[in-house]
């Protein structure tokens, strides 16, 4: 007696394909993230937007260009 389809050979064909295809995705978009990070712009901790300098000793002005950074609530307190 045969208990199984005919059909069923098509259909775990397609899973085992769409099993392939989403693991090439997720390969690829960790590809991608990895890719992203790497190749990010590399800013000094507290650098200043403008102009990179280190600001961690001057937080809410920047010496080497003069921009005023406004970095939290704190900051735009001290600024009004």
Request: charged fraction near 20%; hydrophobic fraction near 50%; include cysteine.
């Amino acid at each position: 007696m045969d208990t199984w389809p005919e059909e069923i050979w098509l259909v775990l064909s397609l899973l085992a394909i769409a099993a392939v295809v989403a693991w090439g995705v997720v390969r690829v978009v960790g590809a991608l993230r990895w890719w992203m990070v790497q190749t990010r712009a590399k800013l000094p901790p507290m650098g200043c937007p403008n102009c990179g300098y280190d600001i961690r000793h001057t937080p809410h002005r920047c010496p080497e260009c003069g921009s005023i950074l406004r970095w939290g609530i704190l900051a735009r307190w001290k600024d009004l």
